[in-house]
């Protein structure tokens, strides 16, 4: 049997309020900046095996909801094909094995809107503020990531009422890690104490 060290990230306490005291848990503060930093900055300290993003998502297509494992991130609000066509490259996709076919957009700003919604929903199913960073961070550092993100609201003018429904998505986003942690028979995961 082998040891997996685990990081545990979220962007705020309370989306993290019920991950079991076991995991290491990183806050990373809120956008793409922040996550990138502080990510960056825990991997450039310690070498870990599994970086794991926990949070909450807006749903884009109508009906979404419940717990997803993204299987790709982009990079929403990054110009990404002009870049290109200038000769830069940008990258704004990054495939995350194991997920369950859905599409993450991260970007820096608060979709609130149902026409932003929609306009994004051309290009993904979720969207949240540090997904991208967090999983471009990983991939720098050649460390595997997985994100786990529930959905709390529409996108809308439904995400203002986001502090209502962080709790409950934190309980199944703990209840998730758990599950997560005991899950895999040929490897165990290596806690450490907040």
């Not at 995350?96 to 994004?120: E, K, N, Q, Y």
Request: aromatic letters at 4%.
């Amino acid at each position: 049997m082998t040891e997996r060290d685990v990081l545990v990230v979220s962007a705020t306490k309370s989306e993290a309020a019920h991950v079991p005291a076991d995991f290491e848990l990183l806050i990373c503060g809120i956008g793409k900046v922040d996550a990138a930093v502080a990510v960056t900055a825990a991997l450039a300290r310690r070498r870990v095996d599994l970086v794991v993003n926990i949070g909450t998502v807006g749903a884009l297509p109508p009906g979404l909801s419940g717990l997803h494992l993204p299987s790709s991130v982009i990079n929403h609000d990054l110009s990404a094909d002009v870049l290109r066509e200038l000769g830069y490259p940008a990258e704004d996709r990054i495939e995350i094995p194991g997920g369950d076919g859905v599409v993450l957009a991260t970007g820096d700003s608060f979709i609130s809107d149902a026409d932003d919604r929609d306009l994004l929903a051309r290009r993904a199913h979720l969207v949240d503020m540090e997904g991208f960073a967090i999983a471009r961070a990983c991939r720098e550092f050649d460390v595997p990531c997985r994100l786990a993100k529930y959905v709390t609201d529409d996108a809308d003018e439904s995400a203002l009422d986001w502090p209502a429904r962080v709790d409950a998505a934190a309980q199944v986003l703990g209840k998730w890690l758990g599950a997560f942690g005991a899950q895999s028979p040929a490897t165990s995961l290596h806690r450490h104490s907040r």
